[in-house]
């Protein structure tokens, strides 16, 4: 569990830091609000307690960033069902 857990938020990460840097070079205001949601669940991610499986708003806290990663990816009109891995063993969130 803690692995799925790790690989969803390593993957919201990665996301998230790449579209940063995609989107760093436009500077209107409809990028900055999408700059700004990004910034915001880089931050959520960055203080997430990965080591620590007895915090007790670990679930809380998973929500929040999986619902923050789902106002991003409706910002920048990207599906937000993934899907990694083979066919027979997949990785989905």
């Given amino acids: 569990h ?3 857990i790790n690989s969803q ?6 996301f998230a830091l790449t579209w940063q ?3 760093q070079k436009c500077t ?3 990028n900055g609000k999408k700059i ?3 910034d915001s ?5 960055q203080k997430f307690p990965y080591e620590d499986p007895t915090y007790d708003k670990l679930q809380e806290d998973l929500e929040k960033i999986r619902g923050k990663f789902k ?8 599906q937000s ?13």
């Fill in 2 to 4: 803690d692995i799925l």
């Fill in 9 to 14: 938020i390593g993957c919201y990460l990665g």
């Fill in 21 to 23: 840097c995609l989107l």
């Fill in 28 to 30: 209107d205001e409809k």
């Fill in 36 to 38: 700004r949601a990004l």
């Fill in 41 to 45: 669940l880089i931050g959520m991610i």
């Fill in 71 to 78: 106002q991003v990816c409706s910002m920048l009109n990207i």
């Fill in 81 to 93: 069902d993934f899907r990694i891995g083979t066919e027979r063993s997949s990785l989905t969130f």
